[in-house]
């Protein structure tokens, strides 16, 4: 192996925009430039929201460039204290800046916003091979322009206007190199605006498209919000019973901040369900903690509907699916500090809002289903029909299995349902199990504790494997045989939709789900072909928060790793917490979380984080188990160490 000098020169300090120009897909998806125009699109939504901006408008055109312009209050032009420049070009050129990050600030510019980082507009300049500026802000008209993240053009004045004519807008042009393509998703960009206009009922949106003979112009004004667009998302399904629509935000507490709170859309259709959510505008397609909190108050209230007026029948139990499968929705969250899975922003993961959702709309919906009881009938009919489809095919599986109900090996703590929607967690000893058994969804989710680090499956014939006692359980509970990648077999017995591994995030840890994968892809690789093996990744740090006044309760916060934690730690100074006032613990394995931390980080499925396996191609998949786990690959195992072995981050 060449020697690599590693000295002061090593040491490289990325300044102002590098770490995105360097890195784009940690902040912005690159597939195309979409994304990062939606970040300027949200500054304007942003001054909307707060009540300043009346009127939107993006204009697309022919040169690839798009122009994002609104009424709000412009952004500040005056030379800022710190950064001795004027604070537009703070906000365009340094990642963590902006007018968000003093929420609870009773003077706060922005009170709801998508995210406090402040990344969002430098995304857009750092990734823009141009990006022109123009500002309509005290009577004055100002102008400043950039090119790959850097000034071009220093902010000038170029002409006057009216006291109360204030606006920005900016003309943005992709830098092609960072995207996959360079085309925006126009569709996409269509969807997005005419949500926005929705959620700003009376806020007036627009979008312009250069032709060859003009432009074409759509506009969207939706002064019914969320109601009107509900109903326009159900206009050709026939639906079971009217719409269930409201509006509530709270006041300051001890557990929510002034101001936070939710619109909510609901219809049961004979159709399929589905809908969308949204955070401080943000479209979460990805769901996240808000949609579980729907979730869970439309099944409680239903079943509680279904059971209080004697609707249901003797074996049958509901399950959330049950009540969730015809309902179409549109939820709008309002927060004053929301967390994402990613700078993208498309899943919630913010535990609050559970609460926040439960404590608002469990009420309301009761209150609806009691005084509307015949369409509340209909709507727990319906569900308790969905509930003995579902047991008729879960009946007709266990009969084509032709030797009767197996037995379960003793270790396994089996979950109430199986199916598509259980989960069986495949857990590294006997005491985080324990932990496991104490904190999981006791109706969807099974525990296997695991002893030890487990066999080396790679050479072992396939007509012996079972006789692995850890193998032969793991067989037994998922109700497969082993198999090859070619074989008949049927996949319908499989009790559980989701196969996943739960290790200590050390190296024994990364050994025994080495150990499992080779297992499922020698012996059972149709579990990874059809998408159903996933690899848990629990947090190595907790980070206690302490109450920040009357209006924040303490928090405890997770990162996944060292990197995280210094980003989670970054974020708790900018919103001015003391630096020390928080503590932080280092979780040395599973088995130091007990079943209430288990439950927040890896099992519930609104906050975990899984790592979904796939197949790849196969042949250079084989070669490279083969290599690893091989008995007479040593040699070129010892090759691939030498070769590699100083990227691995082990855990000494």
């Known amino acids: 192996m060449a020697k690599q000098t590693y000295d002061e020169s090593s040491i490289r300090v990325l300044r102002k925009l590098e770490p995105i120009q360097l890195r784009p897909g940690m902040y912005t998806r690159t597939t195309d430039p979409t994304h990062m125009v939606v970040e300027a699109i949200d500054n304007a939504v942003d001054e909307a929201m707060a009540g300043y901006a009346k009127n939107i408008e993006v204009t697309l055109y022919r040169d690839g460039s798009v122009a994002v312009k609104d009424d709000g209050r412009g952004i500040p032009v005056g030379m800022h204290a710190e950064e001795k420049v004027p604070t537009v070009q703070v906000v365009f ?30 995304v857009t300049n750092a990734l823009s091979s141009r990006l022109e500026v123009e500002v309509k802000r005290d009577g004055s008209e100002h102008r400043i322009v950039f090119a790959e993240g850097e000034v071009i053009e220093p902010l000038t004045v170029i002409g006057s206007c009216g006291a109360r004519n204030t606006g920005t807008s900016l003309r943005i042009w992709p830098n092609p190199k960072y995207f996959d393509s360079p085309a925006l998703q126009r569709s996409e960009l269509e969807h997005l605006l005419r949500a926005k206009a929705m959620l700003l009922p009376g806020v007036r949106v627009l979008l312009n498209s250069e032709t060859a003979s003009g432009f074409d112009v759509r506009e969207w004004v939706f002064e019914g919000g969320v109601r009107q667009y509900l109903d326009q998302m159900i206009a050709e399904d026939e639906p079971i019973a009217p719409s269930f629509c409201g509006e509530k935000y709270l006041t300051a507490s001890e557990t929510f901040s002034d101001g936070e709170g939710l619109q909510w859309a609901l219809a049961w259709v004979e159709g399929g369900g589905g809908g969308e959510s949204y955070v401080n505008l943000i479209p979460t397609p990805g769901g996240g903690t808000h949609e579980a909190g729907l979730r869970d108050v439309v099944f409680n209230s239903v079943r509680t509907f279904a059971e209080q007026h004697g609707l249901m029948q003797r074996n049958v139990k509901l399950a959330a699916e049950d009540v969730w499968a015809r309902l179409r929705f549109v939820l709008a969250l309002r927060m004053v500090d929301p967390s994402f899975s990613g700078q993208t922003k498309e899943k919630l993961s913010s535990r609050e809002a559970l609460k926040l959702v439960g404590a608002i709309m469990k009420d309301p919906l009761d209150l609806w289903l009691n005084d509307h009881v015949q369409d509340a009938t209909r709507i727990a009919e319906q569900a308790i029909k969905n509930a003995l489809a579902r047991g008729k095919t879960l009946k ?10 197996a037995v379960m090996p003793g270790k396994l703590t089996d979950s109430e349902l199986t199916g598509i929607d259980a989960e069986l967690f495949l857990v590294e000893g006997d005491s985080a199990g324990g932990s496991a058994k104490a904190g999981r969804d006791k109706e969807t989710q099974a525990i296997l504790p695991l002893r ?22 793991i067989a037994v509970s998922l109700a497969i045989d082993p198999h090859h990648i070619d074989s008949d077999i049927d996949m ?7 196969i996943i591994i ?12 080495a150990l499992l994968l080779t297992l499922f892809f020698r012996h059972f690789p149709k579990l990874i072909a059809q998408g159903h093996v996933y690899i848990a990744q629990p947090p190595l740090f907790r980070v206690d928060v302490p109450a920040q006044g009357k209006s924040k309760s303490p928090r405890k916060l997770y990162a996944l790793d060292a990197g995280e934690l210094d980003a989670l730690e970054a974020r708790l100074r900018q919103e001015g917490i003391r630096e020390g006032a928080w503590s932080i613990s280092r979780f040395k394995g599973l088995g130091e979380m007990d079943a209430i931390q288990l439950w927040e980080t890896t099992l519930c499925p609104d906050t975990r984080r899984l790592v979904q396996v796939s197949l790849g191609d196969m042949a250079r998949a084989t070669g490279t188990f083969d290599t690893l786990m091989g008995k007479a690959h040593a040699s070129a195992r010892k090759e691939l ?9 082990a855990d000494i």
């Open 396 to 405: 007709a599986v266990e009969r084509k299995k032709g030797s009767g109900v």
């Open 641 to 649: 160490i030498t070769a590699h072995g100083n990227e691995v981050e």
């Open 502 to 513: 739960l290790s200590d995030a050390d190296d024994d840890g990364s050994h025994i789900q």
């Open 93 to 122: 050129q340094v990642i963590h800046s902006g007018g968000k990050f003093a929420k609870n600030d009773a003077d706060s510019s922005y009170k709801f916003t998508g995210g406090l980082h402040g990344v969002g507009v430098s």
């Open 492 to 498: 319908r017995s499989l009790r559980y939709g989701k």
């Open 452 to 473: 030890g680090k487990g066999m080396n499956s790679w050479e072992v014939e396939q007509s012996q494997i079972l006789a692995n006692q850890e193998i032969h359980n």
